[in-house]
């Protein structure tokens, strides 16, 4: 399973971003596909994780309103739309593919990437 996350960048509270995370096709069948985080001195989150059937199964009470997830059969990707963000959204966020529908227990991993969002 490869995983390969983009879209990571330096924005201001209140703007937006969006990330990108390209599968490969084995990940796509019966995995839940998901986003992590991890700030600085915390341990990693969960963030937002759907289903292989396209159903979100787990969404942080921290973005609740403000993030969402979507993943495209046809491009093979999993997206997460950051809207209103906030400096403690501050993270290099990872995403994730498992057989768990809310990504519990063994996971694979993509690379980090970093999103600053400045006051």
């Known amino acids: 399973v490869q995983l390969q996350a983009s879209g990571g960048g330096l924005v201001q509270a209140g703007e937006s971003l969006r990330l990108s995370c390209a599968a490969s096709?084995?990940?796509?069948?019966?995995?839940?596909l998901g986003w992590f985080r991890q700030a600085p001195g915390k341990e990693r989150e969960p963030v937002m994780a759907?289903?292989?059937?396209?159903?979100?199964?787990y969404i942080a009470e921290s973005v609740k309103g403000r993030f969402t997830i979507e993943r495209d059969f046809a491009k093979n990707t999993v997206s997460l739309q950051m809207n209103s963000l906030k400096p403690e959204d501050t993270a290099v966020y990872y995403c994730?593919?498992?057989?768990?529908?809310?990504?519990?227990?063994?996971?694979?991993w993509g690379q980090g990437t970093l999103v600053t969002v400045s006051s």
């Open positions: 994730a593919a498992g057989a768990s529908p809310i990504l519990k227990g063994r996971n694979y």
């Open positions: 096709e084995r990940a796509l069948k019966g995995y839940a």
């Open positions: 759907i289903s292989w059937r396209g159903s979100v199964t």
